[in-house]
C-alpha cells in the first residue's frame, strides 16, 4: 500500500515530534538509593547475622536527627527490635551523612526493669562462633562486601592474634588494640600515620558475643599528617605554659603556680575550627603533686603537632567541691576547641554515638 505525500510528510513530522519529545524528556534511573532503614537492616542480616529465622523483626524508630552543632552533620537513626518468644535485643544503627557510623546491641523498654534484661541482650545465631578473632576476621569480611571496600589490611592484621589477651601491634599503617576488661572485648583496627593512629573500625564483644560496632573513617578528613614537634619538645611547651597557666574557681579565685610531678605525652588527631578537618596534636598530661582547688590534680595541654601552638589547657579534677570556670587560657590566636583534647577519635565518636541514643530514647519515652 503507497502512502501518498501528505500522509507521508504527516509521519515524518509525528516521528521527528516523537523524537524531539524523547530527547527532552528527563532521563529516570532505575535504580533506588536504599534508605537508611533497608541499609540497617541489610547491616543487622548480612554483617552482623544473627538467625533470622528465629526472630520477629519490628522496625522501632526511624528518627532524623537534627545536624550536629559543631559540624553541621546530618544524623538519623534506625532502631529494630529482634523478638525471640518475648525477649530479645534493640538493635541501634546510626547514620551519619547517610553513611553507617555505629551500631550495637540495646535493652528493650519492655526489659528495662526486668532480671532477663541482660539476657535479652543475646542474640541468637546459626553457627555461634567461640573464637573472637574468626569472629572479627567473619565480620570484616562481611562488612567489606556491605561497603564494598578493601579492608583486606585490616583483615590480615588479625592474623595469629589470640583476642583473649591484650594486644597492641602495628602491621603497616594499620594499629591494632585488643583491649579485655571483665566481660567485654574490645578489637580495635585504626590507619596510622607518622605513629599517630586516627580513624578506623572497631568491635565490641560481651559474654563472648557481638555487643557493638563502630567506624568512624568517613566522618574525618585529614588536614595534614606532619609531626614537626616531636615528644620532648611537646613536653617543653607544655611545661613552659603551664607556669604561667591559671584557672579561676566559682567564687572568683584564681589558682596558679603548679608543680608537675610526672608527664605523659601521646600523639593523636583532633578537628580545628568546628569542622570535620583533623590535625595531629600532642596531648599532654602533667600531674601535679598534690590536689589544687577545684579538686584538680593534673592539666592536659593540647598542642598542634604540626606548628607547636598551644590551643588548649584543661584542668582534671574530681568529683565534689569547686569546680574550676574560665578553664582555656590559650596563648595564641587559635580559638580553642571546646572539650578535652586528651581522648581519641573513638571516644569522640562514642561520645557522639551516646548522646544521639540517648536523644532518641527520650524521644521514644514521650511517645508512649
Not at 165 to 179: A, E, R
Not at 306 to 316: A, E, H, K, N, R
Amino acid at each position: 500500500m503507497k502512502l501518498s505525500t501528505k500522509k507521508a510528510l504527516a509521519l515524518l513530522c509525528l516521528l521527528a515530534f516523537t523524537l524531539f519529545l524523547v530527547r527532552q524528556a528527563p532521563l529516570v534511573h532505575s535504580s533506588k538509593v536504599p534508605s537508611a532503614k533497608e541499609r540497617a537492616l541489610t547491616f543487622i542480616e548480612g554483617v552482623i547475622q544473627p538467625d533470622m529465622s528465629k526472630y520477629n523483626v519490628t522496625l522501632v524508630d526511624d528518627i532524623v536527627g537534627q545536624p550536629l552543632i559543631q559540624t553541621s552533620e546530618t544524623q538519623e537513626s534506625v532502631t529494630y527490635h529482634l523478638d525471640n518468644n518475648g525477649s530479645g535485643p534493640d538493635i541501634i544503627c546510626l547514620f551519619i551523612n547517610n553513611v553507617l557510623t555505629s551500631a550495637g546491641l540495646s535493652v528493650n523498654a519492655a526489659f528495662v526493669h526486668s532480671p532477663s534484661a541482660e539476657e535479652s541482650l543475646t542474640l541468637l545465631y546459626r553457627n555461634p562462633s567461640t573464637n573472637l578473632t574468626d569472629e572479627t576476621i567473619g565480620l570484616l569480611e562481611r562488612y567489606q562486601t556491605y561497603t564494598i571496600e578493601n579492608l583486606s589490611d585490616m583483615i590480615a592484621a588479625l592474623a595469629n592474634v589470640d583476642a583473649t589477651q591484650n594486644v597492641t601491634k602495628t602491621s603497616g599503617d594499620i594499629k591494632l588494640t585488643v583491649q579485655n576488661i571483665p566481660l567485654e572485648t574490645t578489637i580495635s583496627l585504626k590507619y596510622t600515620f607518622n605513629d599517630t593512629e586516627y580513624t578506623g573500625v572497631s568491635f565490641t564483644f560481651r559474654n563472648g558475643q557481638f555487643y557493638s560496632f563502630m567506624d568512624d573513617r568517613s566522618r574525618w578528613v585529614i588536614g595534614n599528617t606532619d609531626v614537626n614537634i616531636d615528644k620532648s619538645q611537646a613536653i617543653d611547651i607544655a611545661k613552659r605554659y603551664a607556669e604561667s597557666y591559671s584557672y579561676t574557681l566559682d567564687n572568683g579565685v584564681a589558682v596558679k603556680g603548679f608543680n608537675v610531678t610526672s608527664i605523659q605525652a601521646a600523639t593523636n588527631f583532633y578537628p580545628r575550627d568546628n569542622s570535620t578537618t583533623i590535625y595531629p596534636y600532642w596531648s599532654v598530661q602533667l600531674n601535679l603533686d598534690k590536689v589544687y582547688p577545684g579538686n584538680v590534680w593534673q592539666l592536659s595541654v593540647g598542642i598542634w603537632a604540626d606548628s607547636g601552638t598551644v590551643f588548649l589547657c584543661q584542668p582534671i579534677g574530681f568529683g565534689g567541691g569547686g569546680s574550676p570556670t574560665g578553664t582555656q587560657t590559650p596563648a595564641s590566636s587559635q580559638q580553642p576547641q571546646s572539650g578535652i583534647p586528651s581522648v581519641d577519635l573513638v571516644i569522640v565518636a562514642v561520645v557522639a554515638a551516646a548522646v544521639a541514643i540517648i536523644s532518641i530514647l527520650a524521644i521514644r519515652r514521650q511517645r508512649k
